[in-house]
């Protein structure tokens, strides 16, 4: 017996037997590399724990805030809601936004959570909104899809069609230029 163990000892390589099959040098890299991006000193200080996402959107609003004093945008108080509405008849509905204006460069900056509502929904909960108000803003509508047609096509370079009321009012028949 002891002849076979002698011999089974001879016969075995010089490496030491492991319990598994050896790690693929490729993989072994990649760890390594994911390894040394969390480390946070040198070579013998200790790994974070977790990595740390830092956010760009605090950076984004300081860029914005400090953009808006350069405009000299004022805050415009007391505003309850914004709707925005869009051509696909949705709404975009933000309560309590922060309306700042810059008058001077004709910019309006409006900050807040938004939810995105069907146009009906919202026409819905407007308590004052009676037949005729809700007419006006239908012909308002369709005024601005003219403009937006009409700026699109290279038409009236900017201006918007005159209001469908306009056509009562007199055109002058006398010459007021000249001296009576």
């Known amino acids: 017996m002891a002849d076979q163990v002698k ?13 598994g099959s050896q790690m693929n040098p490729e993989r072994l890299k990649q760890l390594q590399k994911l390894q040394d991006q969390v480390r946070t000193g040198g070579k013998g200080s200790a790994r974070r724990k ?7 959107v605090v950076k984004d609003d300081k860029q914005l ?11 415009i108080p007391g505003i309850e809601e914004v709707n ?24 309006f900056s409006v900050a807040g959570q938004a939810q995105e509502k069907p146009a009906s929904e919202v026409m ?8 005729e108000s809700l007419m006006q803003l239908r012909n308002l509508g ?13 038409g009236e370079g900017g201006k918007a069609s005159a209001p469908p009321g ?3 009012v007199p055109v002058p028949q006398e010459n007021f230029d000249t001296n009576a």
């Open 7 to 19: 011999a089974h000892l001879d016969s075995s390589d010089d490496k030491p037997k492991t319990g």
């Open 50 to 56: 977790k990595k740390v996402m830092h956010h760009a």
């Open 65 to 75: 805030i400090n953009t808006l004093k350069k405009l000299g945008a004022n805050p």
């Open 84 to 107: 925005l509405f869009r051509s696909d008849n949705t709404v975009i509905q933000i309560k309590n936004p922060k309306v700042q204006t810059a008058l001077a460069c004709n910019t």
């Open 124 to 131: 819905s909960s407007f308590p004052n909104m009676n037949q």
């Open 142 to 154: 369709t005024l601005l899809n003219r403009a937006r047609a009409g700026n699109a096509a290279g």
């Open 166 to 168: 306009d056509d009562d």
